[in-house]
């Protein structure tokens, strides 16, 4: 039965460990193609790797994709005259060698059939060496194109990558010196000699292509020479352009920071002159609790404790609460009401052993949870109605404007390859998006609310017993229920763990003690044991993965590239 386990378990990790984790670790320093163009039409093609590994490393890879209508035969490899073992699995060859921390030298040999069209003036070898289904990058490449005898009658250029790489040798031959070639990128060459070099091989068409072929390279040319005077005026735009848009983004975020600085004074300067001991209620407690911090399991207990404090709900045991009247002023607390007085409790009563008995059911834990998230969005709305941000039309106007007016500019400088200024722009449209549709800055009402209960916190501790007796009771009552619904964890403490600021409130109202010492306690023990719960219910989650699969870029569909495994 454990061998049965352990090999349930092994199969398992190697399904989920990626198979990057196997992956060898290597470069390859050198790679020199040597091509040789037969009469017959065929072409022997020699290639020569140098892989540096670091680790143990099984062998290397070549893939060689035909283009459409060619055929790849003959292929062989092998390691200073010794013959390696191959294995072929579709159009990818796994080359056999074992080692570790090696620098290798694998020369491969292949023929590749009806590679090349004979036309009527010409026949051209046009081929994929790689393509952008290549997932290694080769440090330095060169690949040398040999024609059947010797010659001046050549045609030579290539694409992407290959182009402008070609250097004419004597006798015909051309050597496409590529230098570093990255993974993912595609570089066909195309060569036409002279069709009467291929004797041996039949007419493919009976077209002259000669023309064609200097117009396509002329034409390569051409744009090559556009592409590259619109870099110039590109760079010259983008020193210019980008300059001038990074100072108006800075520009007008540090008018909007200068302005909410100054705004937070006149919200400090106010709190200090009007010296509240109490802030005065301009939202509800709970919309109150959500702006300043965040609703949680003690703001449940807040918001069930205030509904106690305007007489819609009376408390007639330590945990026990009856409904007295249903007609609330904000909608929040109608969803209070239904949530702990129908949904858990009983003839219009409602005690932490309700809570108990209606959270040991798994399956009313998505409807507790629904209830809180209901309860959380109708306290946002209210907030939200409030008032809550400034009307900044006109500043999210000019960002937006800011964002379009960067967009033809990152488009310049990702037509020309200016790839660090491009994500520069990039971030700029991101952010002045963002802007235009975000930002929302507190308006001074709610910086006022913000900044008068964090002061209220930091200075509880330091109110005396005489500051609370002349206030009223109520107000005293509302220190104690935002206090309770703010804090962070759950406050179970027994009486001999006052806190000063219950102490000194105790002195003014020995009554109110019990809110602190018994009642919030009680019920926030009940509300987090019911989000523990739900939080369990959910923990479990899976993930679905999917995998896509693409075309090469080469010529005629064809292409390939290198690896090791």
């Known amino acids: 039965?454990?061998?049965?386990?352990?090999?349930?378990?092994?199969?398992?990790?190697?399904?989920?460990i990626p198979t990057q984790a196997f992956a060898v670790d290597f470069s390859i320093t050198n790679t020199k193609i040597d091509a040789y163009l037969l009469e017959n039409g065929d072409t022997n093609v020699v290639e020569v790797h140098d892989y540096s590994f670091e680790g143990k490393f099984n062998g290397i890879t070549r893939e060689i994709i035909p283009k459409k209508g060619a055929k790849i035969t003959e292929f062989r490899a092998d390691e200073d005259g010794e013959p390696l073992r191959v294995e072929k699995e579709g159009h990818l060859y796994k080359v056999h060698r074992k080692g570790k921390?090696?620098?290798?030298?694998?020369?491969?040999?292949?023929?590749?059939?009806?590679?090349?069209?004979?036309?009527?003036?010409?026949?051209?070898?046009?081929?994929?060496?790689?393509?952008?289904?290549?997932?290694?990058?080769?440090?330095?490449?060169?690949?040398?194109?040999?024609?059947?005898?010797?010659?001046d009658d050549v045609i030579a250029f290539g694409y992407d990558k290959a182009f402008h790489k070609e250097v004419f040798k004597e006798d015909g031959i051309v050597q496409y010196n590529l230098g570093y070639v990255p993974a993912n990128e595609n570089g066909d060459i195309r060569i036409a000699y002279d069709s009467g070099l291929f004797t041996a091989m039949k007419l493919d068409s009976n077209s002259n292509i000669k023309e064609s072929l200097l117009h396509q390279k002329e034409a390569l040319e051409v744009k090559a020479a556009k592409f590259k005077e619109g870099q110039k005026k590109a760079s010259s735009f983008?020193?210019?352009?980008?300059?001038?848009?990074?100072?108006?983004?800075?520009?007008?975020l540090l008018m909007e920071y200068i302005r909410s600085k100054?705004?937070?004074?006149?919200?400090?300067?106010?709190?200090?002159?009007?010296?509240?001991?109490?802030?005065?209620?301009?939202?509800?407690?709970?919309?109150?609790?959500?702006?300043?911090?965040?609703?949680?399991?003690?703001?449940?207990?807040?918001?069930?404790?205030?509904?106690?404090?305007?007489?819609?709900?009376?408390?007639?045991?330590?945990?026990?609460?009856?409904?007295?009247?249903?007609?609330?002023?904000?909608?929040?607390?109608?969803?209070?009401?239904?949530?702990?007085?129908?949904?858990?409790?009983?003839?219009?009563?409602?005690c932490t052993e309700h809570l108990n008995e209606y959270i040991d059911k798994e399956?009313?834990?998505?409807?507790?949870?629904?209830?809180?998230?209901?309860?959380?969005?109708?306290?946002?709305?209210?907030i939200d109605n409030f008032g809550i941000s400034e009307n900044k039309r006109v500043v999210k106007g000019?960002?937006?404007?800011?964002?379009?007016?960067?967009?033809?500019?990152?488009?310049?400088?990702?037509?020309?390859?200016?790839?660090?200024?491009?994500i520069i722009t990039v971030i700029l449209f991101i952010f002045g998006v963002s802007m235009a549709i975000f930002y929302r800055p507190l308006s001074f009402e709610c910086r006022m609310i913000k900044r008068e209960w964090n002061d209220f916190l930091i200075r509880l501790n330091d109110i005396k017993s005489s500051e609370w007796q002349k206030v009223s009771r109520d107000t005293r009552m509302r220190a104690i229920i935002y206090e309770s619904g703010m804090s962070s964890k759950s406050r179970i403490e027994s009486q001999s763990n006052l806190q000063p600021w219950q102490s000194e409130?105790?002195?003014?109202?020995?009554?109110?003690?019990?809110?602190?010492?018994?009642?919030?306690?009680?019920?926030?023990?009940?509300?987090?044991?019911?989000?523990?719960?739900?939080?369990?219910?959910?923990?479990?989650?899976?993930?679905?993965?999917?995998?896509?699969?693409?075309?090469?870029g080469g010529i005629g569909g064809g292409g390939g590239g290198s690896g090791a495994f």
């Open 1 to 16: 039965m454990k061998r049965k386990a352990l090999f349930f378990l092994a199969i398992f990790f190697i399904l989920i």
């Open 101 to 151: 921390n090696e620098h290798i030298k694998v020369k491969i040999q292949y023929t590749i059939k009806k590679g090349l069209e004979k036309n009527a003036d010409m026949t051209e070898f046009y081929w994929p060496f790689f393509d952008n289904r290549n997932e290694s990058s080769y440090e330095n490449m060169t690949i040398t194109i040999h024609p059947p005898k010797s010659t």
């Open 238 to 252: 983008g020193m210019i352009a980008l300059p001038v848009m990074l100072a108006l983004f800075s520009g007008l």
């Open 262 to 350: 100054r705004l937070n004074a006149l919200v400090h300067q106010k709190v200090q002159k009007e010296q509240l001991l109490v802030p005065q209620q301009k939202m509800s407690i709970p919309a109150t609790i959500m702006h300043t911090g965040a609703l949680t399991s003690e703001s449940v207990t807040a918001a069930l404790l205030d509904l106690v404090r305007k007489g819609n709900v009376d408390q007639v045991a330590d945990d026990e609460f009856r409904l007295v009247n249903r007609n609330v002023e904000h909608h929040h607390e109608e969803i209070v009401i239904e949530w702990l007085f129908d949904d858990m409790g009983k003839d219009g009563r409602f």
């Open 363 to 382: 399956k009313n834990l998505p409807k507790y949870y629904q209830r809180f998230e209901s309860w959380r969005k109708a306290v946002k709305k209210e």
């Open 398 to 422: 000019i960002f937006a404007s800011l964002a379009f007016l960067v967009l033809p500019i990152m488009i310049i400088f990702m037509n020309y390859d200016f790839y660090f200024w491009m």
């Open 505 to 552: 409130i105790g002195g003014a109202d020995q009554s109110l003690l019990m809110y602190c010492l018994f009642t919030g306690p009680i019920l926030t023990s009940g509300f987090n044991s019911a989000d523990e719960k739900y939080r369990k219910l959910q923990a479990a989650s899976n993930s679905d993965s999917s995998v896509s699969t693409g075309s090469g």
